[in-house]
C-alpha cells in the first residue's frame, strides 16, 4: 500500500489562509486522496478528496500536483475551530482500503 | 438518523478476557471498517468488510476477528485481551464503492490491564 508524508505540525494564524502539505510518491495511477481531520476525543471527519484535478468544497480545497506526487489541502480562511490532527490518506482503488498516517496537528493562534 | 454507533463507549478488560464491539450503522453502507488508534499516533487498519458476509484483514489483524453477518452491524472480537490492545477503536462506514466519504462512529475507548 503507498504511504502518505506530512509534517508533524503546522501554526497558522485565524483568519488566515492555510497550506497543509502531504507527500505520496509511491501513490499508484487509481489511488484516491483523502483528507480526514480529527478533534480531540472524537472520530475523525471527512474534509474533502480528489483523484486528479483540483477540488473545492465549502470546507476547503484540494491541489493535486501534476504527476499527482504531493497534494495541499487548503483551508481558506482560518478560525480556531480548524484546530485539529489533519490526516491525508490513500484510498486502494484495488482494496478499498484507507490508510491512515501519522498526521499534521494544526494549532490555529487567535 | 443516527450514523454510525458503537458500543460500548468505554471497557476495562483483565488480560485474557473476551469481548466483542459492535459498531452499527442505519444509512445502508456497503463498507465498514475497524480502526485502533494508539497515543499519537494515526488509525491503523485492523479489518474491513465491503459487503454483508465478508470480511478481510487490514495492517494490524492479529488478536481480532470480526463478522459482518448483517449489512448493518460489523463484530470485532476479542478472544484473549492482551495490554497490547489497550487502545480506542473506531469504525467507519461508506456508502457504495464510488461514494468515497467514510462515516465516523465516537470510538470506543478499551483498556486492557
Known amino acids: 500500500d503507498a504511504k502518505t508524508t506530512q509534517p508533524n505540525s503546522m501554526e497558522s494564524n485565524e483568519e488566515e489562509p492555510v497550506h497543509l502539505p502531504c507527500n505520496h510518491?509511491?501513490?499508484?495511477?487509481?489511488?484516491?486522496?483523502?483528507?480526514?481531520?480529527?478533534?480531540?476525543?472524537?472520530?475523525?471527519?471527512y474534509v474533502i478528496h480528489g483523484l486528479t484535478s483540483n477540488v473545492n468544497n465549502r470546507m476547503a480545497s484540494l491541489a493535486i500536483a501534476e504527476d499527482r506526487k504531493s497534494s495541499t489541502l487548503i483551508l481558506h480562511r482560518a478560525t480556531l475551530r480548524d484546530a485539529a490532527v489533519y490526516y491525508c490518506i490513500l484510498r486502494s482503488s484495488n482494496t478499498g482500503k484507507l490508510i491512515f498516517g501519522q498526521g499534521t496537528t494544526l494549532q490555529v493562534k487567535p | 438518523n443516527a450514523g454510525v454507533t458503537q458500543t460500548p463507549k468505554f471497557r476495562v478488560l483483565k488480560t485474557g478476557q473476551s469481548m466483542t464491539l459492535l459498531c452499527a450503522q442505519d444509512m445502508n453502507h456497503e463498507y465498514m471498517y475497524w480502526y485502533r488508534q494508539d497515543p499519537g499516533m494515526g488509525l491503523r487498519l485492523i479489518h474491513y468488510s465491503v459487503g454483508e458476509g465478508t470480511t478481510a484483514k487490514g495492517e494490524v489483524p492479529d488478536g481480532y476477528n470480526v463478522s459482518r453477518l448483517k449489512?448493518?452491524?460489523?463484530?470485532?472480537?476479542?478472544?484473549?485481551?492482551?495490554?497490547?490492545?489497550?487502545?480506542?477503536?473506531?469504525?467507519?462506514?461508506?456508502?457504495?464503492?464510488?461514494?468515497?466519504?467514510?462515516?465516523?462512529?465516537?470510538g470506543t475507548q478499551l483498556s486492557v490491564l
Open chain 1, 25 to 45: 510518491s509511491t501513490i499508484s495511477g487509481t489511488d484516491y486522496i483523502h483528507w480526514y481531520r480529527q478533534l480531540p476525543s472524537q472520530g475523525p471527519e
Open chain 2, 71 to 106: 449489512k448493518q452491524n460489523f463484530l470485532l472480537g476479542l478472544e484473549s485481551a492482551a495490554p497490547s490492545q489497550t487502545s480506542v477503536y473506531f469504525c467507519a462506514s461508506r456508502p457504495v464503492p464510488r461514494d468515497e466519504k467514510l462515516f465516523f462512529g465516537s
